[in-house]
């Protein structure tokens, strides 16, 4: 567990004259679930991209998994697993059809990908909808198993941005078992939300306030520090804080 998967320092994104992030620093270890929280347009979404391999940084550094952000970008994406709620998976396609489209991009052996294919369908309990379109799926469904593409191929972090957006809270709680999962195989989760409720469910967080971290630490920790009751009253005192 001591093993950083994740290493970022002074991280920054200009866009223009606008600063997306600003010199964002923070690890990540191995099977660490750690959560990027804030409201929308706070800059979770370009810090996740650039750890990604999917824009090129202003300034600053980071690594992931070993690889540098600016030299290896394409190690990077074999690595990673990602998904997020814009995200979706191919409508015109069967369930089956995707898992194994994915799978395939992802580099796994024929072997391996029947195997998995096999047993990502058994573990969701989607035989009897195995050979149906993914438009024909609930959200939750198409969610969940989105979730269980991004991971298919074992990689050493999967990058959730928004996964759980728009779909109900029991669906949403059920998600996140699957994220537990992830972790306890060994895979760091990094991921993005603006339900504070879900902040309770990661092991630290990253409170993001107009691109910079306002704050950083367990749950249990921040609330603590900010004499509060709930991951909601942390950013409600940090977002007031902003205006004083």
Not at 21 to 28: A, P
Not at 139 to 149: D, E
Not at 185 to 198: A, F, N, P, R
Request: proline share 2%.
């Amino acid at each position: 567990m001591n093993e950083n998967i994740i290493i970022t320092e002074d991280l920054t994104k200009k866009f223009g004259s606008f600063t997306a992030c600003d010199k964002i620093s923070f690890s990540v270890k191995k099977g660490e679930i750690f959560g990027f929280l804030g409201a929308n347009g706070a800059g979770k979404t370009t810090a996740i991209r650039m750890l990604c391999g999917l824009l090129l940084p202003t300034s600053g550094k980071a690594s992931i998994g070993g690889y540098d952000i600016y030299k290896d970008t394409e190690k990077i994406k074999l690595n990673i697993g990602y998904m997020s709620q814009k995200f979706s998976l191919y409508e015109d396609l069967t369930v089956k059809e995707n898992i194994e489209f994915y799978a395939g991009i992802y580099r796994l052996s024929t072997k391996d990908i029947k195997e998995r294919s096999k047993m990502l369908i058994s573990e969701l309990g989607l035989e009897r909808s195995a050979d149906s379109l993914i438009r024909s799926l609930p959200l939750g469904w198409r969610q969940k198993l989105a979730f269980s593409v991004a991971v298919i191929h074992n990689p050493k972090i999967v990058f959730l941005d928004e996964p759980t957006g728009g779909v109900d809270p029991v669906t949403r709680r059920q998600f996140w078992d699957l994220i537990y999962k992830a972790a306890d195989d060994g895979i760091s989760v990094l991921v993005t939300t603006h339900y504070m409720d879900e902040a309770e469910y990661c092991g630290r967080i990253s409170m993001m306030v107009d691109g910079k971290i306002a704050a950083m630490g367990t749950p249990a920790e921040l609330k603590s520090s900010y004499n509060v009751g709930s991951m909601y009253e942390v950013f409600l005192h940090l977002a007031r804080g902003k205006n004083e």
